[in-house]
Structure formats: C-alpha cells, structure tokens
C-alpha cells in the first residue's frame, strides 16, 4: 500500500539552527513526493516537490532530495527563522488521483 | 489570480443539522479532491471529482456524506444528520490534471464543528 511516515514532533529550535523532519514512505510504483507546511488556522501550502529519483526539491531555503533507495524525502533548511513555525506535512502521490500524508511535524522557532 | 477558494471558513452545526461546504478551484482547474483532517492528524483523503463525475470515492464514508461538482458553480461536500465525530477541517485542493506530476493546491479549509 500506500503510506508516509513523518517524524514525530514537537520539534523546537532556536533561530539560526539547522532543521531535518525525516520522511520515509512506501508506495507503490514511482510516486512523486512533496513537503506541505500549514501555518495556524490555514490551508496547507505547497513548499517543494520532487517526481522522480535524485531529484532535488527546494524552495525558500529549504530542501528535500528524493531517495529511492532509503525511500526517503528529509526536509532540511540550514538556519531557520521563527517565521517558520508552522506544521510540515510529507505527502505521496503514486498516480495523482489522491494524496497520502504523514501525521505532520509541529516545528517551533524561538529568538 | 485566486487559489482555491472555499466556505465557510467556519461551521457550527447540531447532531442531527446538515452541513454544505463550497469549493471553488482554482481558474483552469477541473479536478477537485476533498481531504478531511482531524485533530493532531494528517489530511486523509475522501473524494475526487471532474467537472458532473465523481472519480474517485474509495476515501468517503458509505453513509451520510456525498459530493458533487456540477457543471456550473462550486463543488458541494454535503454531511447528513451530523455527529459530533464530524468535528474536523475539511479541506478541499484543485489541479490542472490528475497525473502523478501535478500539484494539488489546496484552500483554506472549513472547520465543523458539531454541538
């Protein structure tokens, strides 16, 4: 089947630290991979996206690598903001018909 | 250029009440899927529509809920005589196309809550 494994959080950083949420999936055939962020009290915003293995998502400093053969996306950002803090969502899409997501990661930033 | 679009942001229903939630996609989007999200939970995903034909339904549950995208307005996501466990954010996203290289943009959401 069709699944995604996040994280667990809540993860809390100071301004300036370097930020991984690990992603793994499982899927069937060759999904395309994405990372959502949801600040509160909104939808979810598409961050990056990759569709095929070693490619690299990036967006806004952050960035997340397709790996087939860990069948992982880590999100990474090198010196995160509290503008940041936010919920990150890994999601999969074996054929475009529907989304599978993780459980999503609460990520805080703190001055 | 307006993303998705939906109503009301926030709904308060009583057990037994109907619930009507409205999405419009994006411009040039025909598909619409509808995703629920229940508290400290990701989005699970319910149904997917094409402009007067449900695609895919295999997420919705078999009783009480419906949807539909007619060929002129929004697309309806309908909940029959609510229960307090559908108390959730109900999300609805848009595409171009519905293949594994397109991008769901999603709305802000619609948050039930049921007294």
């Known amino acids: 089947g069709n699944s995604v494994t996040q994280m667990e959080g809540p993860v809390t950083l100071s301004e300036e630290a370097f930020l991984t949420i690990n992603c793994t999936y499982t899927?069937?055939?060759?999904?395309?991979l994405f990372w959502y962020v949801q600040y509160p009290g909104e939808g979810l915003q598409l961050l990056l996206k990759?569709?095929?293995?070693?490619d690299k998502g990036s967006n806004k400093g952050f960035e997340a690598t397709y790996r087939k053969e860990t069948t992982s996306f880590h999100l990474e950002k090198g010196s995160v903001q509290v503008s940041d803090s936010a919920v990150y969502f890994c999601?999969?899409?074996?054929?475009?018909?529907?989304?599978?997501f993780g459980t999503g990661t609460s990520l805080t930033v703190i001055p | 250029n307006a993303g998705v679009m939906q109503n009301p942001r926030h709904l308060v229903r009583r057990r037994g009440q109907e619930a009507r939630l409205r999405c419009s996609p994006m411009k040039g989007h025909s598909h619409v899927y509808w995703y629920r999200q229940l508290p400290e939970e990701g989005l699970k995903f319910m149904v997917y529509l094409q402009k007067e034909n449900i695609i895919d339904e295999s997420g919705m549950p078999k009783e009480r809920f419906s949807a539909e995208f007619p060929k002129e307005g929004p697309s309806i996501l309908r909940i029959q005589q609510v229960v307090r466990g559908d108390s959730a954010a109900y999300f609805c996203?848009?595409?171009?196309?519905?293949?594994?290289?397109?991008?769901?943009?999603f709305g802000p959401g619609t948050r039930l809550t049921v007294l």
């Open positions: 899927a069937t055939g060759y999904p395309s």
């Open positions: 990759a569709t095929k293995a070693d």
């Open positions: 996203a848009s595409s171009r196309a519905s293949g594994r290289m397109d991008t769901q943009y």
């Open positions: 999601a999969l899409t074996p054929e475009g018909n529907q989304f599978y």
